[in-house]
């Protein structure tokens, strides 16, 4: 039976956004013959949410070790043959998994789908539009405007396509949309517009801390470089 993993990494503090985060997660209905699991990673050196999720499902690093780890860490604890980012303070609207799921059945050849967010009063932006986008549409674009046009903590994508690309990438500003970015220059994917999730604004988010507005530029250097070397290699992935 095919499984869809959620996977998400999460500091000792977010005990009450992460207990919403999964009662989103388990409120989701799934195409018939589809299974779940979500997929939890702890960072930080004093776990403390072993109570707060399935202890099954649940894994601490037992040291600090950044975002990106954290998710590759989960990454190797993930089953499905299919992935979804759930960041600990968002959540999933009703049906966002069964409408990427939606699209993977629709168009076989897809490697990743890009869900829409939405905020407390408005639409996230996206700047591509919706529907099929080949390999290196989203790399395009991010050369031309240093900056991603959709959201990064949206995708859901094919496991082993992600582990294909050594998963989160060790950037200090943009492990998510380096990984987006590698994914979609070596494969196609598809841009849905329906808001999926929402985006929680809070003075706790990591983009909100004093310092976040530096290593930017070297933070888009990595990601120019390794999209030029995919461009110069002329890598592709196949279908399955």
Avoid: K
Avoid at 3 to 31: F, I, K, M
Avoid at 56 to 78: C, K, P, S, W
Wanted: proline share 6%; with cysteine.
């Amino acid at each position: 039976m095919p499984l869809l993993s959620v996977l998400t990494a999460v500091h000792g503090d977010r005990a009450e956004v992460l207990a919403a985060a999964g009662a989103s997660v388990a409120a989701q209905e799934l195409p018939p013959g589809w299974e779940l699991e979500w997929v939890v990673q702890e960072d930080g050196s004093n776990p403390g949410l072993a109570d707060a999720v399935p202890a099954a499902e649940y894994q601490a690093n037992g040291e600090q070790l950044g975002v990106a780890v954290t998710r590759n860490l989960a990454l190797a604890r993930v089953r499905g043959e299919l992935v979804r980012v759930l960041d600990s303070d968002d959540l999933l609207l009703p049906g966002a998994l069964a409408g990427a799921l939606a699209r993977f059945a629709a168009y076989p050849e897809i490697h990743w789908v890009a869900g829409r967010p939405r905020m407390a009063d408005a639409v996230y932006f996206q700047l591509l539009p919706e529907g099929l986008h080949g390999p290196g549409a989203i790399g395009a674009y991010v050369r031309e405007h240093r900056r991603s046009p959709i959201h990064c903590a949206g995708l859901t994508a094919r496991t082993a396509t992600v582990r294909a690309v050594g998963g989160w990438c060790a950037n200090p500003r943009a492990e998510d949309i380096e990984l987006v970015a590698a994914i979609s220059e070596l494969t196609p994917g598809y841009v849905d517009a329906t808001p999926s999730w929402v985006y929680r604004c809070h003075d706790g988010q990591t983009v909100r801390q004093p310092g976040w507005g530096t290593l930017h530029a070297e933070s888009y250097l990595m990601i120019h470089q390794r999209l030029a070397a995919a461009r110069a290699l002329g890598l592709r992935m196949g279908t399955n």
